[in-house]
């Protein structure tokens, strides 16, 4: 196979070279990204009625265009950002947290449960209770994985993953059962939320954005400084690169990991009840749609870094205006999660690209000794 | 009725176990290899809506579980490709294949949407067995393939530890650079056995889409992938107690119809998530048990340890 590849390689006049250290991984990233997007794109386009032009200009308008587009785009990035964050910050460590759809109905939870028990007290008070009940609600859906993860060293990706299953039958109980919207009776929704506890907008010229949205930045441009600035932040780079290194320093590994994933549970939570105090209003099914699955990809995508959360959490918003656009298939929302799914396949080859490097083939002159040198080895530069 | 109750429950469990077990049995070969593939649940998706597309086009259902089960291969072909020869992370490259199955199962079925299968998989009443009071109703009288999926772990067991070619298959998943100086190509060895566990999958979502549930409905396998991963866990890597661990989340979910039966009135949401609840729950006790007796449970070592030749 390798002889192969390197002969493919040699005809093109190309040469792939290993790097010892991958090199340009940003760059590969967000190249693979766009390429990703520009293909998934390409393609729902060539199956749809829309027109290249007529898609730009409404994808435009639907974007950045209009203060209608910029409310849109915020909106639809507020949750994102929250299950980014969620599933970055353990990825600091190498850890999954796949679960974030699941934490994120269990802060939810915890956040309506508080709003309809003290239904009479006023907004603000009330809507931060909420929030500091998500954050728990979410770091206890993430505490058996994680627990699990840290003392019997069961990997807490099965953990975080089938537990998300537990907890859409958790949402259903509720908000079928004993939270029923006694005015419909159609849909998985509870009824709707004290008139209170509803997140206002912001007027940023023209445009509204959610407070959601604010805060989520907020957290990310908090995380990002800790990381940077503080001892705990030096302490999760360390562990991240180098656990063994991270040990014989005296780090407390256990606590950290553990810290670090209830974070990462605690913002998911949050996430939900952001979503529900700002755009429904009722606890229900309609709080995600796999957002906690996208943000893994945003985080992914990110590579660890918060801003670039925020970045990818805006693009993804802007790949969702643009499905709802194109309108291939059943729901719009099956097209976009195809495109998701096809542009983390190029991110993940663009990644382990990363190891690489493609030179114009410009044959060095060999000595003898490494010609023999990498006959005997028989490993040379072609194998991929 | 209490024994005509528990011969149902036996019957459903079997039948609600079966492409659990398909599934964790694909999963184990691309995890001996060192793969782990959370793809698995998007080729399940894509097996279920290709099965039932073949199967009412052509009228025969096993070019529909044919079809199957080159979806489910070219889905972990596409997973295999990007991992071992674009040296991918495994984890986003399953994430990965999970989305597209989702998405385009959505966009390609829409027409397909709860429309019947024309032909199911046959059931087979095996003769004499079949005939036992009881017994024979609780494991007898069964989708032919459910048979298959019982006596596939022996298979694959008898391939593991019985064949030179299991041996190397071991190897590649224990340590990869040792199977790479006795010759073996760990890559290709990878490749050719993640697609082959996509087959498997394939053909797990084509038994509901054919099968047990006989129509198409998006996302129909309901995370089924997922728990065949835990289920691979809890069977540490063997595959005769992958039965086990399947008939386990097969009881679990027809304890909900028990309770039914029986009139416990506890809500059906608890019966409904206990599947999920209750594998994830004996997977960290039987971890738990064998932690205490023997340190590190026994996974392959090379699992997901990403091989390529001269990076270390």
Partial sequence: VNRWFRAIATIGGLRLERRTTPGGTIRYRAGSAVVGIVVSFALALAFSDVGVSEFVSDLWDGTFGTPEGIEDVTTLATPLVFLGLAASIPLRLGLWNVGGEGQLFLGAWAAAGIAFLLPTMSGPPLIALMLLGALGGGALWIAIPALARVYLGVSEIVGTLLLNFVAGYWVIYWAVGKWRDPLSAAGVRSELLPDQSELPHLHVGAAEVPVGFAIGVGIALIIWLVVRSTRTGYEITMLGSSPRAAHFAGIQTRALTLGVLFVGGALAGAGGAVQMVGEVHRYGDALSNLTGFIGVIIAVLAGGSEIGVLIFAVVFACISVGGNILRVGGTSSDLVFAMFGLTLVFAAMGQGLAHVRVVVRRRPREDSLVRSARALSGDGAGDA | VTLNLLASSIATATLASTAVLIAATGELLAERVGVFNIGIEGSMLAGALAGLVATNSTGHVGIGLLAAAAVGMGASFVFGLTIAVFRANMVVAGLAITFLGIGLTGVLGQDYVRQAAEQRIPRWNIPFLSEIPYLGEALFRQFSLTYVAFLMPF???????????????????????????????????????????????????????????????????????????????????????????????????????????????????????LPYAGTLAVLYAVTWTRTQRAGQPPWPAGLGVPFFRGAD
Avoid: C, K
């Fill in chain 2, 155 to 273: 298979a694959v067991w008898f391939l593991l530890y019985r064949t030179r070619h299991g041996l190397n298959l071991r190897a590649v998943g224990e340590s990869p650079v040792a199977a790479d100086v006795a010759g073996i190509a760990v890559t290709v060895w990878r490749l050719v056995y993640v697609t082959i566990g996509g087959a498997f999958a394939g053909v797990a979502g084509a038994f509901l889409s054919l099968g047990q549930v006989g129509t198409w409905i998006p996302g129909m396998t309901s995370g089924q992938g997922f728990v065949a991963i835990a289920i691979v866990i809890f069977a540490s890597w063997e595959p005769l107690f992958l039965i086990l661990g399947a008939f386990l989340f097969g009881a679990l979910g027809t304890l909900g119809n028990v309770a039914q039966a029986l009139g416990w009135g506890v809500p059906s949401e608890f019966f409904s998530a």
